[in-house]
């Protein structure tokens, strides 16, 4: 079987220091946890960065220093910033991270609109604002995430490739659990996973007590992994993780177990199709 991908998705734009103490904010921080994520065996980091205060923002400004603190400490890391943001941002502000030059090797690509966390909260992306955000990284050629969170976002991916809009070699990342999404259950990732094509790769992310049970199916089924504050803030039930490198840990063990090797970054590259 290929070699284990693990992201670690360190910041998020939801999770606060009231939720657990050790989510980076400051530029220093967010090195820090990239940092621990890195040496425990994640290849990619997927950035959100936040102002000092928390605020999630989307400032070219902010990713160029905090993208500048992670390559000072995990130089050859695959950096795969957001462009989901948080709720309520433009299309304009989400996308900025896109035009840092040089230009991040990868970003998210949100593949439809759903309600976000229960409330009033509604997570937009429209087919025309996937089909934009698309091209505007093809012309960079940066390889998107395609973050699919139910079924008809898989659906969505496939017909903009068909159309010519997403390009191969598409790597999905799977989200399960969140609320307005697909429940995180066996049966559902099963049902997600046979839902790609044969020649694409993904990643699964399990969000909340449900991130270690998602990424053990992924690691058996051959796909590859996401775990972090982001989505998860527990090491195991009522125990908070002191970094993101303890949750990418407990993936290195539960994938030892399981036979499967962890990806270098340029292993990674070479299996993403990245070189
Ligand atoms: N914060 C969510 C609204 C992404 O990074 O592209 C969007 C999100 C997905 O986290
Ligand atoms: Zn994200």
């Not at 989307?58 to 695959?78: A, G, L, N, T, Y």
């Not at 089909?131 to 017909?159: H, P």
């Amino acid at each position: 079987m290929e070699k284990l991908i693990i992201t670690g998705a360190i910041c998020g734009a939801e999770v606060t220091k009231e939720h657990n103490p050790n989510v980076p904010y400051s530029v220093e921080e967010i090195g820090r946890e990239a940092e621990s994520t890195y040496n425990a065996g994640a290849s990619i980091i997927h950035l959100h960065v936040r102002e000092d205060d928390g605020t999630p923002t989307q400032s070219k400004k902010r990713f160029k220093v905090c993208i500048e603190e992670v390559k000072k400490r995990c130089p050859d890391v695959i950096i795969l910033p957001s462009t989901g943001g948080a709720v309520g941002m433009t299309n304009e502000e989400r996308l900025q991270p896109i035009y840092l030059d040089p230009s991040p090797e990868m970003a998210t690509l949100d593949c439809g609109t759903m309600n976000w966390l229960g409330g009033d909260e509604i997570f937009v992306n429209t087919i025309k604002t996937i089909i934009y955000f698309a091209e505007e990284m093809n012309k960079r050629g940066i390889k998107y995430e395609l973050e699919c969170f139910d079924k008809g976002m898989i659906d969505i991916a496939l017909r903009l490739h068909e159309k010519g809009y997403i390009k191969a070699p598409m790597h999905f990342n799977l989200v399960l659990g969140v609320i307005g999404g697909m429940n995180a259950t066996p049966r559902d990732l099963l049902y997600l996973i046979s839902s790609l094509p044969e020649d694409c790769t993904y990643s699964v992310t399990g969000i909340g007590r449900y991130e270690f049970s998602m990424a053990t199916i992924s690691i058996i089924m051959g796909g590859h992994v996401r775990v972090g504050f982001e989505d998860n803030l527990y090491l195991s039930k009522g125990v908070l993780a002191k970094s993101n490198g303890e949750l990418v840990e407990k993936v290195v063990r539960i994938t030892n177990e399981l036979g499967r090797e962890i990806a270098t970054p340029n292993e990674a590259r070479e299996i993403l199709g990245l070189k």
